[in-house]
């Protein structure tokens, strides 16, 4: 199954340095990353026609897994989905977990496994450190 981790921000600095480091962790054939911060222009912002075009162009790809990091970036996300065809809303998975530890858990995992469900959920508990609260004043 040939995947597809696309990484949503208002910076394009940030997608690319998650990309980065994702593919550094995660070799696999199935699975692409892509990088869609920032706005077409290169300015900050966020940009669902970014979206879109790489989801028209991939037509091998059988699963969008969608990360955003905040506001306009997480509505972009959300943008693109509506705009698409029934058949690419299919395969467009928006998936509600911290853009950095999640998408990074996601593509490890991604690139070792097919089972979607296993990739949301491992993405899903990948910003659980098991840290309690803790302040040296306040043990």
């Known amino acids: 199954m040939k995947k597809a981790i696309l990484l949503v921000s208002h910076s394009q600095k940030i997608t690319d340095g ?10 696999s054939d199935s699975l692409d990353i892509y990088s869609l911060g920032g706005t077409s222009e290169g300015d900050l912002g966020s940009d669902p026609t970014r979206i879109i075009d790489v989801v028209n162009k991939a037509d091998s790809v059988d699963r969008f897994l969608v990360f955003a990091d905040l506001g306009s970036a997480v509505l972009s996300a959300e943008l693109a989905f509506d705009m698409l065809e029934d058949h690419q809303q299919s395969k467009y998975v928006l998936v509600d977990a911290p853009l950095v530890e999640g998408a990074f858990a996601a593509g490890i995992t991604a690139s070792v496994s097919d089972d979607i469900n296993h990739i949301v959920a491992e993405a899903l508990n990948a910003p659980k450190k098991g840290w309690k609260y803790y302040e040296k004043n306040n043990q």
């Not at 998650?18 to 070799?27: D, F, G, N, V």
């Open 18 to 27: 998650i990309k980065e480091m994702i593919e550094q962790m995660a070799h």
